[in-house]
């Protein structure tokens, strides 16, 4: 399904990552499905004001999905060579209209998230005192297809937090960057940063 593929790079976040937030003596497994019910509940009977009311859509995924994401380091891979070339008032213009354009992309996607849809967790397999881990998954969809889903994380100020993912072999991270270079390079690093801002905004 097309949703399926727009819809899990960021929402995996959400209902993955939490489940490395903490240690034992909790599975990851269990906290994941946790956290999964409770994203579903929060949505539960509210998918039409949500939908009608987008502002607090975006609302909801900046206070409870964008936390659990390492924005400055992903906004330095997806930017690529040109973060070292941006200054650092770019750089931070840059990481607010990408969170921006994250939340707007993504967020009408997230009320296509039901109970339909099921969730393999595989087990993390990890040293104890690893500070980079895989976290995979596996989306089973109601007509039958299965998309594999693998979190990159690694630990920030004693947390867990998503720096990459990919859906088959295709990364998030990649992706964006491939196509983000190409329209620097034709348009120019300012030129590109204020039109993500005009598109998305450029505050919170």
């Known amino acids: 399904m097309r949703w399926t593929r727009v819809f899990i790079p960021f929402i995996a976040v959400a209902l993955m990552a939490p489940a490395l937030a903490s240690a034992a003596p909790t599975p990851p497994q269990q906290l994941a499905k946790q956290t999964v019910q409770k994203v579903l509940n929060d949505l539960q009977g509210h998918r039409a004001e949500l939908r009608k009311n987008p502002q607090k859509l975006h609302a909801l995924i900046n206070r409870d ?3 659990l994401i390492d924005l400055p380091y992903m906004s330095r891979l997806v930017l690529g060579r040109y973060w070292r070339q941006a200054s ?3 750089r ?6 990408f969170k921006n354009m994250l ?3 993504y967020g009408s ?9 099921k969730i393999e967790y595989r087990p993390v397999r990890a040293a104890k005192d690893a500070k980079n881990v895989t976290f995979n998954a596996v989306i089973h969809s109601p007509n039958g297809q299965d998309t ?3 979190l990159q994380l690694h630990e920030v100020d004693g947390q867990w937090k998503v720096y990459d993912g990919s859906i088959g072999n295709l990364s998030f991270v990649t ?3 491939g196509q983000f270079n190409s329209a620097i390079r034709r348009e120019g690093l300012e030129n590109f940063i204020e039109q993500l801002e005009k598109r998305y905004g450029g505050n919170a």
């Open 92 to 97: 931070q213009r840059f990481q607010q209209a």
């Open 148 to 150: 594999p889903v693998s």
């Open 175 to 177: 992706n964006y960057r």
């Open 103 to 105: 939340i707007r992309t």
């Open 65 to 67: 999905l964008v936390p």
């Open 109 to 117: 996607a997230l009320l296509g998230f039901n109970n339909n849809v």
């Open 88 to 90: 650092p008032a770019q």
